[in-house]
């Protein structure tokens, strides 16, 4: 089934933007990867240092203790689960680039699963970053459904004026 030119735009933008959270993932994971076999809180105690944060605030309080806490098997089922969750926005963005039908329902399903995750976030506390996730995710979640919505009576369109 061929788009119109404004929706295969609008296709390629959403998977241009499931291609970069998958390579923002990815190079988390590769930065988890490389602190393997390290002095992990060494390191943490010296980003808070070197970013003149106060140790004693909670941000880097919770960094330090979740870097202490950090195993190289957790760095690895981190990492592992990285690449993962890599993977799946890699074949979305393929799968969307290139207007196939299953990515159009992987794209609004996924996007869905995140909504109740968001709205109990947004529910313990308001901030712009939260309203903007959110904003974003409806957002594509709405314009997948419109597509699939859009398909659909095309195909049903085609559908009848093929019979005899």
Same mark, same amino acid.
């Given at each position: 089934m061929t788009l119109t030119a404004k929706?295969?735009?609008?296709?390629?933008?959403?998977?241009?933007?499931?291609?970069?959270?998958?390579?923002?993932?990815?190079?988390? %994971?590769l930065i988890l990867f490389a602190f393997m076999n390290?002095?992990?809180?060494?390191?943490?105690?010296?980003?808070?240092?070197?970013?003149?944060l106060n140790p004693d605030r909670n941000i880097p309080n919770i960094l330090s203790v979740a870097f202490f806490r950090l195993t190289d098997g957790h760095v690895?089922?981190?990492? =592992?689960?990285a690449v993962l969750y890599s993977s799946m926005r890699f074949i979305e963005a393929y799968g969307l680039w290139f207007e196939?039908? +299953? %990515?159009?329902w992987f794209a609004l399903?996924?996007?869905s699963a995140y909504l109740p995750i968001e709205a109990y976030e947004l529910a313990?506390?308001?901030? +712009? =970053?939260?309203i903007g996730l959110v904003s974003v995710n409806i957002?594509?979640?709405?314009?997948?459904?419109s597509i699939? +919505?859009?398909?659909?009576?095309?195909?049903?369109?085609?559908?009848?004026?093929?019979?005899?």
């Open positions: 929706a295969n735009r609008g296709l390629r933008a959403v998977a241009l933007f499931e291609a970069s959270k998958g390579l923002l993932v990815l190079l988390a %994971a390290k002095d992990v809180q060494s390191l943490a105690e010296r980003l808070v240092g070197h970013l003149h690895s089922l981190l990492g =592992f689960l196939r039908h +299953w %990515a159009e399903v996924s996007g313990k506390g308001i901030t +712009w =970053f939260k957002i594509v979640v709405l314009y997948m459904a699939l +919505w859009r398909n659909r009576r095309e195909r049903r369109l085609l559908k009848e004026s093929s019979k005899p």
